[in-house]
Nanobody
Framework: QVQLVESGGGFVQPGGSLRLSCAAS????????MGWYRQAPGKQRDMVAT???????NYAESVKGRFTISRDNAKNTVYLQMISLKPEDTAIYYC????????????WGQGIQVTVSS
């Protein structure tokens, strides 16, 4: 059974920082591209950041320079470090796994809430 379990979400003020973690099981983690997507109320689910099995990263324009995706293959975990958070970053964040970073992921986590508000 494939499981992607997010943690680290919560409430933060504008300008604050947060780090999301996603622990994966049931897949050969090291050969999978991993990603983070987000979905705000009334909006579609959009890619935030991806990282290939080789470590190549890709970011949505709206988060470039503020978010950093990384992975630790020894821990089967992918991270999203978020700084300078804005209210527009408020969304449910989903961890993903797939064979190709630029394709629709094969697996999804349950999602975790990130709320940026004063």
């Amino acid at each position: 059974q494939v499981q992607l379990v997010e943690s680290g979400g919560g409430f933060v003020q504008p300008g604050g920082s947060l780090r999301l973690s996603c622990a994966a099981s049931g897949i050969n983690f090291s050969i999978y591209a991993m990603g983070w997507y987000r979905q705000a109320p009334g909006k579609q689910r959009d890619m935030v950041a991806t990282i290939s099995s080789g470590g190549t990263t890709n970011y949505a324009e709206s988060v470039k320079g503020r978010f950093t995706i990384s992975r630790d293959n020894a821990k089967n975990t992918v991270y999203l470090q978020m700084i300078s958070l804005k209210p527009e970053d408020t969304a449910i964040y989903y961890c993903s796994a797939g064979r190709w970073a630029r394709r629709t992921p094969d697996y999804w986590g349950q999602g975790i809430q990130v709320t940026v508000s004063s």
